[in-house]
């Protein structure tokens, strides 16, 4: 092959390449949920939705692709509390670029993160120092709610939206940490020794009621067994009476006689007792008799008192 065959031949391939080349340059695809600028000499000439775009090469090109989704920015604020309680706010800002207002979101902007940023840290260290480290905790919803209203407002004009703001955490010294829990340990440990104490109390005072009640209850019990028995003694002697024609047995007489029944009955029921226990007391039957005394004494006593006389006079 001559030389001057090589030339059409060189020719065709530079003209291949070149086509190639103006092809690639001039067809893009741009993804879901993305905008590409396009512009002209440097200058902005339209948006670019998703799909499969055209360009003319060397004159037009693709200044940025703009993502249209809802993008995430954390960021962290150091701040003193209203008590002089150094925190750390992780604070959480949702937004995404508004379609309609791309163009502003590209040219307004060269760093639209730190302008967040900004106006984060501005908000945050006006919200945090009237407040004390308690409330922080309590308002973090309004210390949310006002980072999202200022940012809302500032960042519209540059087409951006602010769709949430979270504060995920708010973390103070690790030292105000263990003195907050060393507070809270001891105002529950008040709480529950002052728990404890009323529960002590109420025992105490049902345990005093049932005995209270108890020994009332006792105590109706052995007026009603002395009662009972004090119906048997009257009902004994009438019995007596009734049976017996004698006209010489007085009322004494009788008393005596029913005295040495309940007096053997006694000794009874304290034989039947516990046999570790040991009590001296006469057995014979003129105790009966000097009981019986002692008994009229009291009762001739009792009545004295209540008419004002003297039960034994001449003494």
Request: net charge negative; proline share 3%; hydrophobic share 45%.
């Amino acid at each position: 092959m001559s030389p001057s065959s090589f030339i059409p031949l060189i020719a065709l391939v530079t003209l291949a390449v070149i086509a190639i080349w103006v092809l690639s340059s001039a067809l893009f695809t741009v993804e879901q949920q993305t905008a590409a600028v396009i512009e002209r000499f440097g200058k902005f000439l339209r948006l670019a939705d998703a799909g499969l775009g055209f360009k003319i090469p060397i004159i037009d090109r693709i200044n940025q692709r703009v993502s249209l989704r809802v993008q995430q920015l954390d960021v962290t604020v150091e701040s003193k509390s209203k008590d002089n309680v150094f925190v750390e706010l992780a604070i959480v800002i949702q937004y995404q670029v508004r379609e309609d207002r791309i163009q502003d979101a590209v040219y307004r902007l060269t760093d639209h993160q730190r302008q967040i940023e900004s106006y984060v840290f501005d908000v945050v260290r006006a919200q945090v120092p009237i407040m004390t480290l308690e409330e922080a905790f309590e308002n973090k919803d309004s210390i949310a709610t006002a980072v999202d209203t200022d940012l809302t407002g500032r960042m519209e004009q540059y087409g951006y939206e602010i769709v949430n703001v979270l504060v995920n955490d708010i973390d103070p010294d690790e030292r105000v940490k263990v003195a907050m829990n060393e507070v809270q340990a001891a105002h529950r440990e008040r709480e529950a020794a002052v728990q404890r104490a009323e529960a002590n109390r109420i025992t105490l005072v049902k345990q005093a009621e049932a005995e209270a009640e108890s020994k009332k209850l006792q105590g109706e019990g052995l007026a009603n067994q002395r009662k009972a028995i004090a119906q048997g003694l009257r009902d004994s002697v009438e019995l007596v009476r009734g049976t017996n024609a004698d006209d010489r047995v007085d009322e004494r007489s009788l008393m005596d006689l029913l005295l040495l029944g309940q007096w053997m009955d006694t000794q009874k029921e304290i034989a039947a007792g516990s046999k570790s226990t040991v009590i001296f007391m006469p057995n014979n039957p003129g105790a009966v008799s000097d009981i019986a005394q002692q008994i009229r004494t009291s009762i001739l006593s009792a009545e004295a008192a209540n008419l004002g006389v003297d039960p034994a006079p001449g003494r």
